[in-house]
């Protein structure tokens, strides 16, 4: 069966610290825990379990090192073709630090790695064989020359290509326009959206980045404040409001990797023919049950998400307005 997904991004090593505050100069950490994660890992991992075994591929780069072995065995145990995971010599697989409090906030401090080192050199012709064979293409936060060179490999191809620029936003509009111009879905959060467009407003950032590129859609995930996704080709703006894990009858744990575990089931079940809106309403139960799991990859298998999506749906609200009645507001 021939791969569905590419996923392009990182893998790192989350060591979790559990703290009842973030308060400086110092604070005792009641519970420390270590997870497999990533952006990039934690999306494919989430896509995976909804489409099945090897529909999904993942370009990335670990270290030679014990952490890259377990990553590479981890996503191989998931069904995802590791093929083309880079193993780089003489660097340390990326790791990041995770502190969560009381109420399940994060703050993240990420040593890269051998993330960075996933240069445009190392798309080979394997890795074009695996793009031209795939769907969709889903980049989160490769180096953005290669994140480049990706884009406007997959756009000759013709595939569907979504861009999670995590922290690649700080970079700015400008500098990012070239890879804007080519992608089809824009996926950030809200955060990194305002950040890349240098605005307070996200309604005028969404302006921005579809000034860039008209046709591009921008999904723009808002934790707590639910999603939105802006269609510049069907002039609307959906509006999906979030369920927290305790509508469900569970506690908030960490929200870490809820991001990734919505845009990963997005695309997902884009690609199984899934409207947008019921995509995104099913990435929205899949987000909920990921806060409600302490490691950041909980999104449970396809039958499972759909069985729980059965309570989760009646607590969802879809608002859906024309983007030309947004104009005053703007």
């Not at 490999?153 to 080519?182: C, F, M, N, Y």
């Not at 575990?261 to 884009?270: I, P, S």
Request: proline share 5%; with cysteine.
């Amino acid at each position: 069966m021939a791969p569905k997904l590419m996923v392009v991004g990182s893998l790192n090593y989350d060591v979790t610290l559990y703290v009842d505050r973030f308060a400086p100069p110092k604070t005792v950490v009641r519970r420390l825990t270590r997870y497999l994660g990533g952006s990039g890992g934690n999306s494919a991992v989430a896509a995976a379990r909804i489409l099945g075994k090897e529909a999904v591929v993942f370009f990335g780069a670990v270290g030679n090192d014990d952490i890259g072995r377990k990553h590479i065995d981890a996503l191989r145990g998931e069904g995802i073709i590791t093929d083309i995971i880079r193993v780089i010599d003489g660097v340390e697989s990326g790791q990041a630090f995770v502190a969560v409090d009381r109420n399940g906030n994060t703050a993240i401090y990420s040593y890269y790695g051998a993330n960075t080192k996933l240069t445009p050199e190392e798309i080979d012709e394997k890795v074009l064989t695996y793009l031209e064979a795939v769907q969709y293409i889903l980049i989160t936060n490769p180096p953005l020359p290669t994140a480049l060179e990706l884009v406007s490999k997959a756009r000759d191809l013709g595939k569907t290509i979504i861009w999670d620029p995590g922290a690649q936003s700080k970079h700015g509009l400008e500098v990012l326009k070239p890879v804007l111009e080519k992608v089809d879905y824009l996926a950030p959060n809200e955060g990194e959206l305002l950040t890349m467009t240098r605005t307070k407003d996200l309604l005028k950032a969404i302006k921005h980045v579809q000034e860039v590129n008209q046709r591009l859609k921008v999904l723009v995930k808002r934790g707590e404040k639910g999603s939105l996704l802006a269609n510049p080709l069907s002039n609307t703006l959906i509006h999906v409001n979030a369920v927290p894990p305790e509508a469900l009858g569970y506690k908030t744990t960490s929200t870490v990797g809820c991001g990734d575990a919505y845009v990963g089931v997005f695309a997902a079940f884009l690609i199984l023919g899934y409207s947008e809106v019921d995509a995104m309403k099913l990435a929205t139960c899949a987000a909920t049950l990921n806060a409600a799991y302490e490691g950041p990859r909980g999104v449970p298998p396809k039958q499972a998400l759909l069985k729980w999506f059965e309570a989760c749906k009646v607590l969802i609200q879809v608002k859906e307005e024309k983007c030309s009645n947004l104009a005053n507001r703007i």
